[in-house]
């Protein structure tokens, strides 16, 4: 038994490793990575060029921030307009916390995005 277990492992961990290969190299997956992200994918099947290039992205403070913004605005968009606002709090700081952005800077980001967009209390 215990060498089917053995062979029932490895088999899931060479699909696992294809699976993560197939993510680290799908555009749309670092297109929509945070400075977490970015660097575990840096490491994975991507390209020289492709780990330099994520690398210079995630240096600036400003360039984190940006970001940070705009995965905002977009989930702004698809919230409820008649949400509490300590609630959409939670929500977008929790989405930008999976993303791998900083608590001090998700919290900024969402409250300067949310007095922008009307939802002051």
Known sequence: M???TDAHREQNSDSQDENSDRMASSPMRRANA???DRAV???RALGESDSEESASETGSPEN?????AELVRAKLRTLPR???RDKAIRRLVGLLARRGFSQSTAYS???SELAANGFDA
């Not at 984190?64 to 940070?68: G, L, T, V």
Request: aromatic share 0%; proline share 5%; charged share 40%.
């Open 2 to 4: 215990s060498e089917r």
């Open 34 to 36: 945070g400075p977490r």
């Open 41 to 43: 994918l840096g490491g």
């Open 64 to 68: 984190e921030q940006d970001r940070a």
């Open 82 to 84: 008649g949400l509490d």
């Open 109 to 111: 980001v969402v409250k």
